[in-house]
Nanobody, 130 residues
Framework: QVQLEESGGDSVQSGGSLRLSCAAT????????MGWFRQAPGREREPVAA???????VYVDSVKGRFTISQDNANNRLYLQMNSLKPDDTAMYYC????????????????????????WGQGIQVTVSS
């Protein structure tokens, strides 16, 4: 089992920045794919970005160029640096982990599949005001 815990959420003004962190504990041996998802009130959960053990990354179009996903494998941490935040970025953000090796090879900017992720954090709120 893998446990994931997000931190770093906050309320910021439009144009501001935040850095989300996700700490993974437990048996992380087979967590080859990590990702961030988000869900705004009244909307479906949507992918944000993913990274695999090759450090390959993929982003959805709405965040590309503004968000950066990264990982610290030695310390089992995942990060999401969010710059130029917009009110539309307001959502609950979830860290997720999966076992699919080289997962980014199978993804594109509009297809990061939640079904590939077996472990999920509780989520953390990000609020961007205009």
């Amino acid at each position: 089992q893998v446990q994931l815990e997000e931190s770093g959420g906050d309320s910021v003004q439009s144009g501001g920045s935040l850095r989300l962190s996700c700490a993974a504990t437990g048996d992380t041996t087979d967590t080859h794919c990590m990702g961030w998802f988000r869900q705004a009130p009244g909307r479906e959960r949507e992918p944000v970005a993913a990274i695999d053990t090759d450090a390959s990354t993929v982003y959805v179009d709405s965040v590309k160029g503004r968000f950066t996903i990264s990982q610290d494998n030695a310390n089992n941490r995942l990060y999401l640096q969010m710059n130029s935040l917009k009110p539309d970025d307001t959502a609950m953000y979830y860290c997720a982990a999966g076992t699919l090796k080289h997962c980014v090879r199978y993804y594109s900017r509009d297809s990061i599949y939640a079904r590939d992720f077996s472990y999920w954090g509780q989520g953390i709120q990000v609020t961007v005001s205009s």
